[in-house]
């Protein structure tokens, strides 16, 4: 029997163990993809405990917590105390075998408080005690955390009418060597049948400068938007849509219904889908001409649960994976990118891992000459990123398109602790890989394996993003 968690866990072959700990386990993580706040980057954030760093917005240990039936008091109530919480997640988490969340919160556990032992009901006294006094270390902060992670580059998500205020105090503070850039993310912008559109559109004609009345209007507030970004070093723009969209509509028509929908009015299927089209095969070119990275995801499907919608609101871990046939769409839109010659790098996800297929055989279709992985398919995203998620994502990579091309891991998250989820990504790929070789699919060429898996684990990242880390 293979103790718990050891240094070689997952690591099941010697090759697997050699490409890991002489290759992949000391180089720099590159978190382009993620959900941090550049506010508490910049205050140097410090925690009291650990509830504070797991259990405030994690909405994956929220769904567990729910699962187990624990009151929503314990979870994003105000009035139950942080101790308790952690508790009562201490509590369920034994019954997370073959959850990801386990692995997570053991690795976390080891990388940043030193504790070897097991989270559950009888040794969670031990562990909030032994949290509490780590976080009262100098090096326990948010820019300690980052630092002690090796963590070179962080992409995080903005609106555009975000004014980047601490990416610019950020930037200017020369005592911390991580780059934190913005990625640009329109998607309230686009949504024209949200309740907060009419509020929306006032706060980005103000940010852009001039009042936004029609399609063209959209288009030069967001390019402005752009422009104001890039000065802050972006690399990257993020889409979030429920399902990939290809439809048609004359400018009047358009224009029309930005209009109704900036009066609150409702507009038709068709309307919403013809200005999320146009305005997506606008922002593709704007990417390409700056040279940023455009990442689509889709296949979500947003708050099916409407009382606790009503209650908690957005974002509070009732989402789920939304299957949806988007793939003619899909095609469209790229196909109208790489004929106006204005496709930028794209990075494609989808909630649905059945979709993996389609991706790997999309992409193979549009990639670019003189330029390795211009279209990627995206590391297994949200409920995706389980250990058979990446290895049923990274199996379909290598068997319809080239995993040496691979961009890698992101974390997707709002945690500061979550880095540790390049570790688990990282020992994935050296046992795949290293059960390749094994069975004999695969020389044991060291020379060529340790560049395969740094490139996946950080160059490929580093190049396909242009930079300078």
Known sequence: ??????????????????????????????????????????????????????????????????????????ITGKNTSDKDKFLKFAELLPKAIGNPMYHWCHFELKRYFGYEGVLNADTAEEVWNITCEKLKEEDMSVRGIIKKSN?????????????????????????????????????????????????????????????????????????????????????????????????KMSKAEMNSAIQKATKGEKVTLRELEAVQTEMILFCSERYSELGWAMQIHYNCMRNPNTAMFNKLGPDTGFD??????????????????????KMPKIILYSLDAGDNAFIDTLMGAFQREGYPGTVQHGSAWWFNDTKNGMREQMISLASLGLLGNFVGMLTDSRSFLSYTRHEYFRRILCQLIGQWVEAGEYPADMAALSKIVEDISFCNAKRFFSLEV
């Open 151 to 247: 963590v070179a580059f962080i992409g995080t998500t903005d609106d555009p009418a975000d004014t980047l205020e601490y990416h610019k105090k950020i930037a200017e503070d020369e005592s911390f060597k991580t780059v934190v850039a913005p990625s640009f993310r329109p998607d309230k912008a686009f949504n024209l049948n949200a309740p907060f559109y009419p509020e929306y559109i006032k706060t980005l004609s103000e940010a852009a400068g001039f009042e936004i009345d029609g399609i063209d209007s959209l288009k030069e507030a967001l390019y402005r938007r752009m422009k104001h970004f890039d000065a802050y070093g972006c690399k990257a723009s993020d889409h979030g849509i429920n399902y990939p969209v290809y439809e």
């Open 1 to 74: 029997m293979t103790e718990f968690m050891t240094k070689d866990f997952l690591l099941d072959t010697e090759v697997a163990k050699k490409l890991y700990h002489d290759f992949a386990e000391n180089l720099p993580i590159i978190d382009y993809h993620c959900h941090v706040s550049p506010k508490e980057i910049y205050e140097d954030l410090r925690f009291e405990n650990i509830t504070q760093l797991w259990l405030y917005g994690d909405h994956y240990k929220w769904r567990l917590m729910r699962s187990n039936g624990v009151s929503e008091d314990y």
């Open 320 to 341: 789920c994976i939304g299957p949806c046939n988007g793939s003619v769409a899909l095609a469209k839109l790229l196909d109208e990118m790489y004929s106006g010659g």
